[in-house]
């Protein structure tokens, strides 16, 4: 199975460390694409790390996915509780697919505890901070070495 896997990135992520960092940390997008390098690296996985505000964007890295990668990390952001265009994409994929929050969802609004792509995601990782990539990334190269498909 191909050993690149796409991170994706939804709205507002471009901000991260300095949008309401008491709930998103003070680390950058950079310095989680920096880590998330790092440890793909050494998990032997190429990586493609991606943000958008734009919904369309999101959803055609997932089906460029399709064609090319052994799985998907995904933090869709508010899109996590809005869009079925985007679960519907995820739904075309065959590897794995992890679900990433940087902040704990269930322990917010009530808004957030809903997810479209929780109905498609292999795992969810929510509330572990910018860790969560990472742990992200470790899941799906044991995936991918244990050969998942959907
Ligand atoms: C990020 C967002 O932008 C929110 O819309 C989600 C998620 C939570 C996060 O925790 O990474 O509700």
Redesign the pocket.
């Known amino acids: 199975m191909s050993r690149l896997v796409f991170v994706l990135n939804?709205?507002?992520?471009n901000l991260l460390g300095k949008r309401q960092p008491e709930i998103?940390g003070r680390e950058t997008l950079a310095d989680v694409e920096a880590e998330c390098r790092k440890v793909a690296k050494d998990l032997g996985l190429d990586i493609r790390f991606h943000q958008s505000n734009r919904e369309y964007e999101i959803i055609d890295w997932i089906h460029e996915a399709r064609e090319i990668a052994g799985g998907i990390v995904i933090?869709p952001?508010?899109f996590?509780?809005t869009s079925v265009a985007v679960l519907d994409a995820l739904n075309t994929f065959d590897h794995p697919v992890i679900e990433?929050?940087?902040?704990n969802?269930h322990k917010?609004e009530a808004f957030?505890h809903h997810s479209y792509v929780s109905l498609r995601a292999d795992a969810v990782i929510?509330g572990c901070g910018t860790q969560g990539y990472l742990l992200g990334i470790q899941r799906v190269a044991r995936l991918i070495d244990q050969g998942a498909r959907k």
């Not at 939804?10 to 992520?13: A, I, K, V």
């Not at 990433?100 to 902040?103: K, L």
């Open positions: 939804g709205p507002n992520l998103y933090n952001a508010a996590t509780h990433v929050h940087i902040s969802v917010r957030r929510a």
